[in-house]
């Protein structure tokens, strides 16, 4: 069953991150009503949200940026469907164990962003690593479940999907 959960959660990662590299993105004013009704049953108090859609060959994800409770999220929502949630986690709290895997990974690299992400009950973190600056810098996506194993890394032609 774990390996299953496993399973679930890289191939929600896998599919998110291709979405940018694939679709066109635009800003948009509210989602459908369907997305509306959905956030507003798992999201309680008033939030002010950036709502994005992006549309691939296959799919039109809606994705949501806000902050609640102080916490910096994205919510992500294929076909009008919830697809997964991701929270940014500051450094600070970064689990000791996927610190030292990041530091070994990515030797020369520092960690810029860290998430949380969940899609229905899997969970897995994606570590964001950045060396040098402006256009010339190379950005790595580490991915790791919940309890901090390396799971693999993304293209960084798909990384791109997460910075908008």
């Not at 066109?24 to 859609?53: C, M």
């Amino acid at each position: 069953m774990k390996r299953k959960m496993l399973f679930t959660v890289v191939l929600a990662a896998a599919a998110l991150v291709q979405v940018q590299a694939q679709g066109k993105s635009e800003k948009i004013e509210l989602p459908p009503d369907q997305v509306i009704k959905h956030f507003r049953a798992y999201n309680s108090g008033t939030v002010e949200v950036d709502w994005r859609k992006v549309e691939t060959e296959k799919n039109v994800y809606v994705i949501g940026s806000y902050v609640l409770n102080g916490d910096h999220k994205k919510v992500f929502y294929r076909d009008n469907a919830h697809f997964c949630t991701e929270t940014q986690i500051p450094l600070e709290y970064c689990p000791a164990k996927l610190k030292a895997a990041v530091d070994t990974l990515a030797a020369g690299f520092t960690m810029k962003d860290l998430y949380y992400q969940s899609a229905g009950r899997d969970r897995a973190y994606r570590a964001v690593m950045r060396k040098g600056k402006g256009k010339k810098a190379v950005v790595r996506d580490l991915l790791f479940n919940s309890k901090g194993d390396f799971l693999r890394e993304e293209k960084p032609e798909n990384a791109q999907f997460y910075r908008f």
